[in-house]
């Protein structure tokens, strides 16, 4: 028996300590000799072209570092632009990395800023992880010996995406990841369920929640821009639980229905507002929001970037919030300034989420107070058609990956849970 094929059938943490790790393992990945696979002003640069699925090298974990054998993983955007070599190629990261630490400099690049496994092998250095463990993982690679990690780890000079500007990522049989990027798996659900939440949770969680973003308060309306998307899923679940009142920005009628699903009271069609850029359609957005709740947002959740970012300064209310993680429209943001400084607005740039943050939102997912978002789940052989869907905005919430989980419906171990939060909550976003 395989490493691989015991972790499938559940063997005990003595067997898996005794079996070899294979040399080589199953992985999706870029290679380097790709980079200039696009032309700098193709119109499609389609992530299939570039993503494989493949055997890859095995690494040797560092003494802080885990092996886990991954279940199951998730598409993020970062992937997106990882496959089209945007805005600069990964392996530019991978080559600065590796002159600190040479095993991520390699010809391939495993991509995967989630997953959720169990724990296989642990180096030197590491206390509080076992073989046999599971685990989810959050998605910063950090140095725990720099001071400023004590205080906020997104601060610290070194920080890294793992999966994204580290080797070894999630979308794979197995994964190289820090012992403080680890989290116990929820027990009620799924490998696929578990593996769907953590970055994007986290990352709303910091915006919104946590005391370094907008610090949402009982009654903040906020504006949640792709409200059924991956971020935007999380970001609307944590207002509701928060007390505050969301506005959620849908672009289709099936969107629309499904925020109803998740208890937003208050929709928005993206349609409505064709240009984005022109400051009557900024007009026609606030007085819809007015419309429907009687005052201007507290906060606007933004990550779509340069193709409603104008609008999102526009419509906070004075003294609000525009707080922004991402731009996955476009790096290169215009907007009104005199509607920032004269009503004393604020933007505030956030980045994925500490280790304490991740630890606060895997617990609220723990408790079935916050649900997964997964809609679809595709097969790793199939991770480039999953990436594909998600850089054309086919998706809604999260798109799931199995690696070793054979199936889908495996890993619960919580079924009382799991009943009570019930499966309609579980599988609102891929109802049966």
């Given at each position: 028996?395989?490493l691989?094929q015991?972790v499938?059938?559940g ?6 300590a005794r ?5 080589t393992?199953?992985?999706a990945?870029l290679?380097k000799?790709e980079?200039g696979?696009?032309?700098?002003d ?5 992530v299939r072209r570039?993503?494989?699925v ?18 199951a993983?998730?598409?993020n955007y970062?992937t ?5 070599f945007?805005p600069?190629?990964?392996f530019?990261?991978?080559e600065?990395?590796g002159?600190t630490?040479p095993?991520?400099d390699l010809?391939t690049h495993v ?5 959720a496994?169990?724990v296989v092998?642990t180096?030197a250095a590491?206390r509080?992880?076992?073989?046999g463990?599971?685990?989810v993982?959050?998605p910063a ?10 205080h ?8 890294r995406?793992?999966g994204?500007?580290?080797n070894?990522?999630g979308l ?7 012992a403080t990027q680890l989290l ?5 659900l ?5 593996a769907?939440n953590m970055l ?12 370094r973003?907008?610090r949402m308060k009982?009654?903040d309306?906020v504006l ?5 998307g991956?971020?935007?899923g999380y970001g609307?679940q ?8 969301p506005v959620g920005v849908?672009?289709s009628?099936?969107?629309a ?6 208890g937003?009271?208050h929709?928005?069609?993206?349609g ?14 606030g007085a ?10 507290a906060i ?12 999102s300064?526009?419509v906070?209310?004075?003294g609000?919030s525009v ?9 290169a ?8 400084w004269?009503?004393l ?12 943050e991740?630890?606060e939102?895997?617990?609220l997912i723990?408790?079935?107070?916050l649900q ?16 594909r869907?998600?850089?054309?905005n086919q998706h809604?919430?999260?798109?799931g990956?199995?690696a070793l989980?054979?199936e889908?419906g495996?890993?619960?171990e919580d079924h ?11 599988r609102?976003f891929r109802?049966r």
């Amino acid at each position: 028996m395989t490493l691989a094929q015991a972790v499938v059938a559940g063997a005990e943490p003595a067997e898996l300590a005794r079996l070899d790790v294979p040399t080589t393992y199953r992985a999706a990945h870029l290679r380097k000799d790709e980079v200039g696979t696009f032309d700098q002003d193709e119109p499609d640069k389609d992530v299939r072209r570039t993503l494989h699925v493949g055997e890859v090298p095995m690494p040797e974990p560092a003494a802080d570092e885990v092996l886990i054998a991954v279940m199951a993983s998730a598409i993020n955007y970062n992937t997106v632009w990882s496959a089209m070599f945007e805005p600069i190629p990964t392996f530019a990261f991978l080559e600065r990395f590796g002159r600190t630490d040479p095993r991520h400099d390699l010809p391939t690049h495993v991509l995967g800023s989630d997953a959720a496994g169990v724990v296989v092998r642990t180096g030197a250095a590491v206390r509080r992880w076992r073989v046999g463990d599971r685990v989810v993982t959050s998605p910063a690679y950090v140095d725990g010996e720099d001071p400023v990690v004590q205080h906020d780890g997104m601060l610290a000079a070194d920080l890294r995406a793992w999966g994204f500007e580290t080797n070894f990522g999630g979308l794979a049989d197995f994964a190289v990841v820090k012992a403080t990027q680890l989290l116990p798996k929820p027990r009620h659900l799924t490998w696929e369920e578990a593996a769907c939440n953590m970055l994007c949770a986290s990352t709303a969680y910091r915006m919104l929640v946590g005391e370094r973003g907008a610090r949402m308060k009982q009654g903040d309306v906020v504006l949640l821009w792709g409200a059924t998307g991956g971020l935007g899923g999380y970001g609307v679940q944590l207002v509701l639980g928060g007390g505050g009142i969301p506005v959620g920005v849908v672009s289709s009628p099936e969107k629309a229905e499904l925020l109803r699903g998740m208890g937003c009271p208050h929709v928005i069609d993206r349609g409505q507002f064709d240009d984005l850029a022109d400051e009557k359609a900024w007009r026609r957005l606030g007085a819809e929001v007015r419309r429907l709740v009687g005052e201007d947002p507290a906060i606007v959740f933004e990550h779509t970037g340069r193709e409603t970012f104008g609008a999102s300064v526009y419509v906070a209310r004075r003294g609000g919030s525009v707080v922004t993680c991402g731009s996955s429209s476009g790096y290169a943001h215009e907007y009104d300034n005199r509607h920032l400084w004269m009503k004393l607005k604020r933007i505030i740039g956030s980045h994925g989420a500490n280790y304490q943050e991740c630890h606060e939102v895997n617990r609220l997912i723990s408790l079935g107070l916050l649900q997964p978002t997964l809609s679809a789940v595709y097969p790793l052989t199939g991770a480039a058609d999953a990436t594909r869907a998600v850089q054309l905005n086919q998706h809604v919430g999260k798109v799931g990956v199995l690696a070793l989980a054979p199936e889908e419906g495996l890993g619960v171990e919580d079924h009382e849970l799991r009943e009570r939060v019930g499966e309609d909550r579980l599988r609102l976003f891929r109802p049966r």
